[in-house]
C-alpha cells in the first residue's frame, strides 16, 4: 500500500487537477480567518470542502463563494464544544463526500487570556475544552474514516500557536491547550500511521494579521455558549509599546505579521502530496521569530 502511494505521487508530480483533487475535507473554524482562507485554497485544490463554524451566516457566505467559483463547499455551523455537533459534522461530511474524508483541520478557535493568578475556572476550561478537548473529539468521531485501507491518503493538522510551543504571559490556559495538541498531533501519527498511512502534523502560527492580533478596542469579540462576550485582540496600549517607531517587528526576520493566506498556504502544503513523507512533526510559521 506504501509502495503504491509513493507511487502514485511520483506519477503526478504536475497535479492537473488540483494537489487535493478528489479529498474531502473539514477545516473547523473556516467562516472567516485563516480557516475561510484554508477552504478557499483547498477548493481551489480540487478538495470538497466542509466549512465549519459557529457563525452559520459567515460559515455559508464562504461556502457559497467557493461553489460561486466553480469549486464544492458546503457549510455544516454548530458549537464546537457541543458533543452532537461533531457527530453531526462527521455524518454529513461523509455524505458530501459519498462515504469518504481524507482531511481535517482543526483549527477553531480563540483566545480568553488572564494572569495566572486572576484566571477563572470558566476562562480554563472554556480554551481547554475548544483546543484541545473538541479536535480530539472530532477526530475519535471521524477515526472510521481515517482508520481504512483504500490507498488513498488521510492528513490531519492541528493549529497550534507559538504560545504552545514557547509560553506565552497571559496565556497558561491557550499555552496549555496548543501545547497539548502538539502531543495529540503524535500520538496520531504513531496509532494511525503504521497501519493506515494517515498523516499528522500540527502547523504553528506567530504573528499573523487576524482578530486574534488586532487592537482589542478594535472591538472584535466571541459570544461564549451560555451568552458571555469575550473580547478579542491585543489592548491598544500593550500593541503600541510592542510595535512603536522603527523597533515594530525587529524579532521577526521577515520584518512583518504573516496574512491569513500566507498561514492557510502552510495549512496546505502540510495535507498535501508534497509533504507525504511527512508527519508527527510542528511546522513553525512564524516569519523567523523565535527561530
Known amino acids: 500500500m506504501a509502495a503504491a502511494r509513493a507511487q502514485q505521487i511520483s ?51 464562504v461556502a457559497a463563494e467557493i461553489n460561486k467559483n466553480g469549486g464544492q463547499a458546503i457549510s455544516v455551523a454548530g458549537d ?10 462527521v455524518k454529513k461530511t461523509a455524505e ?8 481535517i483541520v482543526n483549527n477553531a478557535g480563540y483566545t480568553w ?9 470558566k476562562q480554563w476550561d472554556t480554551i481547554l475544552a475548544l483546543h484541545a478537548t473538541a479536535p480530539f473529539k472530532l477526530i475519535r468521531n471521524a477515526a472510521p474514516y481515517f482508520r481504512v485501507k483504500d490507498g488513498e491518503p488521510r492528513s490531519i493538522v492541528n493549529i497550534s500557536s507559538t504560545s504552545g510551543v514557547h509560553g506565552n504571559a497571559g496565556q497558561a490556559n491557550y499555552a496549555l491547550a496548543k ?20 498523516r499528522a502534523n500540527t502547523v504553528a502560527f506567530g504573528h499573523i494579521a487576524t482578530r ?9 469579540f466571541i459570544t461564549t455558549p451560555d451568552g458571555e462576550k469575550v473580547a478579542l485582540g491585543i489592548p491598544g496600549a500593550q500593541k503600541a509599546v510592542k510595535e ?7 524579532d521577526i526576520p521577515l520584518g512583518r505579521p504573516g496574512t491569513a493566506t500566507e498561514a492557510a498556504g502552510a495549512v496546505l502544503a502540510a495535507v498535501s502530496p508534497l509533504f507525504a513523507y511527512i508527519t508527527g512533526q510542528t511546522i513553525m510559521v512564524t516569519g523567523g521569530r523565535n527561530m
Open 212 to 220: 486574534l492580533t488586532a487592537a482589542k478596542e478594535e472591538g472584535a
Open 179 to 198: 501545547a497539548g495538541v502538539t502531543g495529540l498531533t503524535k500520538t496520531i501519527a504513531k496509532e494511525w500511521g503504521p497501519a493506515f498511512g494517515v
Open 11 to 61: 506519477g503526478h508530480l504536475n497535479y492537473p487537477k488540483g494537489l487535493l483533487h478528489g479529498q474531502v475535507a473539514i477545516i473547523t473554524g473556516s467562516g472567516q480567518g485563516i480557516g475561510a482562507e484554508c477552504a478557499r485554497l483547498f477548493a481551489n485544490e480540487g478538495a470538497k470542502v466542509v466549512v465549519s463554524d459557529i457563525d452559520g451566516k459567515k460559515a455559508e457566505a
Open 96 to 103: 458530501f463526500g459519498n462515504g469518504k474524508i481524507h482531511i
Open 244 to 250: 512603536a517607531g522603527a523597533a515594530a517587528y525587529k
Open 80 to 89: 464546537m464544544l457541543n458533543d452532537q455537533y461533531l457527530v453531526e459534522l
Open 113 to 121: 487570556d488572564g494572569v495566572i493568578h486572576k484566571t477563572t475556572d
